[in-house]
């Protein structure tokens, strides 16, 4: 096994366990204040990054190690281990058990390995560049184009942010409803670009997406087979913060019905 990406699952699985630990000793459905959610979560997230980085600091004191949740500026290095210790928290938060934490690691500020971990199924997806991707050490594909159109499931990602965008989320979620296509909003959007990578989804459609985000799951999304594109199949997803992601002939299907809607004049992507 690559020696970096063995560290990197030491690491994840160490940050794992201190999840699942909160998840299962706490009662976090009775937090109801915003500022004492506010401060749960950032305890685990400082906890989750503080094991992690011990475990990688060890092996490799001279590499740049940085929390994504948080606003602090790192010396950046040749190589670059970028951690996000929770994405999914109001999932975590209200027992919903659909959760992870993933691990980016760059080298010369390329894409270099991928991993995330979900600690309650204790899946691991991982990628190398050029080496494909793994769902629990076996090779992960994405799911190819079927013409059953219904068995098809798409995941979605939305944040209440630009009017204008949000008409155009329902415009299109009325599209594919009448597709009779299976849609799930799941929140937590890692783990669901990792599903897309391992075929368990077919597409993945963020809207108002962050970018930071979509780059922990991108080099699996990659690896896998699958293509990111914008609302209307270019390459401006992350100045639209549309995206959209899957195997080349399910986008072609997709396309289909987003450029429909492109078209109609009242309806425009907005950054």
């Known amino acids: 096994m690559n020696p970096i990406l063995n560290i990197a699952i030491r690491a994840i699985r160490a ?3 201190i999840i699942s630990q909160y998840y299962d000793s706490k009662n976090t459905t009775c937090l109801t204040e915003r500022s004492k959610i506010l401060y749960f979560i950032r305890t685990i997230r400082e906890k989750v990054f503080l094991s992690i980085y011990s475990i990688i600091y060890r092996s490799y004191p001279n590499h740049s190690i940085i929390n994504a949740c948080s606003k602090k500026k790192m010396i950046i290095n040749n190589y670059q281990w970028l951690i996000n210790p929770l994405n999914g928290t109001m999932n975590f938060i209200n027992k919903i058990p659909h959760f992870c934490l993933s691990i980016l690691i760059k080298e010369k500020n390329e894409i270099y390995i991928s991993v995330i971990y979900d600690p309650i199924k204790n899946d691991l997806f991982t990628a190398i560049k050029g080496q494909g991707a793994q769902l629990n050490g076996f090779r992960a594909r994405g799911s ?4 059953k159109i219904p068995n098809k499931v798409i995941a979605l990602y939305f944040k209440k942010k630009n009017i204008k965008n949000n008409h155009l989320y329902i415009s299109f979620i009325q599209q594919f409803l009448q597709e009779k296509i299976s849609l799930r909003q799941t929140g937590c959007s890692i783990l669901d670009l990792a599903y897309l990578s391992s075929g368990k989804i077919n597409a993945y459609i963020g809207f108002n997406e962050k970018f930071l985000r979509i780059i922990f799951g991108e080099l699996q999304i990659r690896e896998s087979g699958a293509l990111i594109t914008d609302f209307i199949g270019g390459h401006r997803y992350i100045d639209t913060n549309i995206f959209l992601i899957g195997q080349a002939n399910t986008l072609k299907f997709i396309l289909k019905k987003t450029r429909m809607l492109h ?9």
């Not at 078209?263 to 950054?271: A, C, E, L, T």
Request: aromatic share 6%.
């Open 15 to 17: 940050g794992g366990k």
């Open 144 to 147: 190819e184009y079927e013409n």
């Open 263 to 271: 078209k109609n004049n009242s309806i425009k992507i907005h950054k």
